[in-house]
C-alpha cells in the first residue's frame, strides 16, 4: 500500500514529514488534511482507516486534542472519523459536526463545543465521551448513539435539542447540567439510563425501550 500513488485530493497534505504517513498520521497532518474539506478527509480515512489493538489502542486515530479553533470556522460536516477520535480540551467556537460519523471510543472530554454546536444526525460508536464537555444550545437531534455512552458533568446550558436521538444501553447523564427549555421529544433509550443529580432537567419527552 505504501509504493500505490497517493490520492491527488490528499497527497500534498503528505509531502510534510511533520504530518506522519497517510497509515500513521500526525495531529499537525490531522489539521492540515481537515482543512481541506470533507471529500479530501474521507477519501484518505476510507483508504487508512484506524487499527485497534487487543489493548485497544487506536493507530492511525484523529487527534484535534488542545486545538483552539474559537477563531477558525472548520466544519466537520459529514467527516468520517473511525475509532479513537480525540478532542480533549480542545475549543470551538461553534462546533459543526452535522451527519459526521464517528466509531468507538471518541473522546470530548472537557471539550468547549461553543455556541449553538450542532451534531444533528452524527453516528458515535460504543464507549463515546463527552464528560465535562461545555456548550451553549447545542443540536444533538436526531443523532444515533451505541453503547456506553458517558455525558457525566456536562454543561449544556439552555436550548438544547435531543429530540429524535437514539440511545443504546448504559448511558449516563451524571451531574450534567441543562438549562431551560431542554428537550429529549421522541429520544429512545436502551437499557440503564442515568440522570443521577442533573440540574434543571426542563421540558421534553423521553421513550425508554424494553
Request: glycine share 12%; with cysteine; net charge negative.
Given at each position: ?155 449544556f446550558g439552555d436550548d438544547t435539542a435531543f429530540n429524535g436521538a437514539k440511545f443504546g444501553n448504559n448511558t449516563s447523564f451524571k451531574d450534567a447540567e441543562f438549562g431551560e427549555n431542554t428537550r429529549f421529544n421522541g429520544a429512545e433509550f436502551g437499557l440503564s439510563i442515568s440522570f443521577i443529580s ?13
Amino acid at each position: 500500500m505504501a509504493s500505490e500513488p497517493l490520492d491527488p485530493l490528499y497527497a500534498a497534505v503528505f509531502e510534510n514529514p511533520e504530518h506522519g504517513t497517510p497509515d500513521d498520521i500526525t495531529q499537525a497532518g490531522c489539521l492540515a488534511l481537515a482543512r481541506l474539506g470533507k471529500e479530501a478527509w474521507n477519501a484518505w480515512r476510507g483508504k487508512y482507516p484506524t487499527q485497534v489493538d487487543f489493548l485497544f489502542s487506536v493507530r492511525n486515530a484523529a487527534n484535534f486534542s488542545n486545538c483552539d479553533f474559537s477563531g477558525e470556522h472548520l466544519s466537520f460536516d459529514g467527516f468520517k472519523f473511525g475509532d479513537g477520535a480525540k478532542f480533549i480540551d480542545t475549543d470551538f467556537g461553534q462546533a459543526n459536526f452535522v451527519n459526521a460519523e464517528f466509531g468507538d471510543f471518541t473522546v470530548f472530554l472537557n471539550a468547549s463545543l461553543g455556541i449553538h454546536p450542532s451534531f444533528y444526525g452524527a453516528r458515535f460508536g460504543r464507549g463515546t465521551t463527552f464528560a465535562l464537555a461545555t456548550c451553549y444550545s447545542a443540536i444533538f437531534s436526531c443523532a444515533q448513539f451505541a453503547d456506553d455512552i458517558l455525558f457525566d458533568g456536562a454543561h449544556f446550558g439552555d436550548d438544547t435539542a435531543f429530540n429524535g436521538a437514539k440511545f443504546g444501553n448504559n448511558t449516563s447523564f451524571k451531574d450534567a447540567e441543562f438549562g431551560e427549555n431542554t428537550r429529549f421529544n421522541g429520544a429512545e433509550f436502551g437499557l440503564s439510563i442515568s440522570f443521577i443529580s442533573q440540574v434543571g432537567w426542563a421540558g421534553g419527552f423521553a421513550h425508554r425501550l424494553h
